[in-house]
C-alpha cells in the first residue's frame, strides 16, 4: 500500500513493504513500531534507532509529537491524492485551525496573544507532560482567534488549546 505524507509542506512517498519494512521514496527501512500500553505512546524503532512519540488524531490530519516537536502530518492514500487532483480539489491553506494537546499535560505557557498575527513554525503553546516540555508550534501562518486554556492549568488528551484562522 502507498501513501503520500505531508509534514511541514513536504510531501514523502511512503509504501508499506511488510510488518516490518517502509520505503520512503527509494530507501527500505527497517521498523517496528508499536503502542505502548494502549495508550496513543508508540515506541518506533527506525533501523535501530528508538524513538518515542504521542500521536493522535486531528479535524483532518494526525499530530505526531516527536523530540518535543509537534508535527501536523496528513497521510493520503495514493489513488485518493490522485483522484482528488484529478477533481481539481486541493489542500485549503485556510480556514479554522484548533490547536488540541496531544496527551494529557500541563500548560507551562502560552507565548501568543489573542488576535496576533503569526507564522508558521512559531512556538503557540508550550505543554508540559511526562516531565518534558513540548513545543506545539503553529502548522501554517494565521491569527490566534481564541486561546482557550490558560498557563498552569491542565489539560486532557485531544482538548482544544487554541484556535488559529
Known amino acids: 500500500m502507498k501513501y503520500v505524507t505531508t509534514i511541514e509542506g513536504k510531501e514523502f512517498q511512503i509504501e508499506i513493504v511488510d510488518e516490518h519494512h517502509v520505503r520512503v521514496g527509494d530507501r527500505l527501512l527497517a521498523v517496528n513500531f508499536e503502542s505502548v500500553s494502549g495508550q496513543p505512546v508508540y515506541s518506533l524503532i527506525l533501523d535501530g534507532k ?3 512519540s504521542y500521536v493522535s488524531p486531528g479535524d483532518e490530519d494526525w499530530q505526531v509529537l516527536l523530540r518535543g516537536h509537534l ?3 496528513k497521510v493520503e492514500d495514493e489513488r485518493e491524492k490522485r483522484l482528488k487532483a484529478a477533481a481539481g480539489g486541493g489542500l485549503a491553506e485556510g480556514g479554522e485551525f484548533q490547536l488540541r494537546a496531544p496527551m494529557p499535560g500541563l500548560v507551562v505557557a502560552i507565548p501568543v496573544a489573542e ?3 503569526i507564522k508558521k513554525g512559531q512556538v503557540m503553546v508550550i505543554l508540559e507532560s511526562m516531565k518534558m516540555q513540548n513545543e506545539l508550534k503553529a502548522p ?3 491569527k490566534v482567534d481564541r486561546i482557550r486554556v490558560k498557563p ?3 489539560v486532557e488528551q485531544k482538548q482544544t488549546l487554541l484556535s488559529l484562522h
Open 140 to 142: 501554517r501562518d494565521g
Open 152 to 154: 498552569g492549568e491542565s
Open 50 to 52: 528508538s524513538f518515542e
Open 71 to 73: 508535527f501536523q502530518v
Open 115 to 117: 488576535g496576533e498575527e
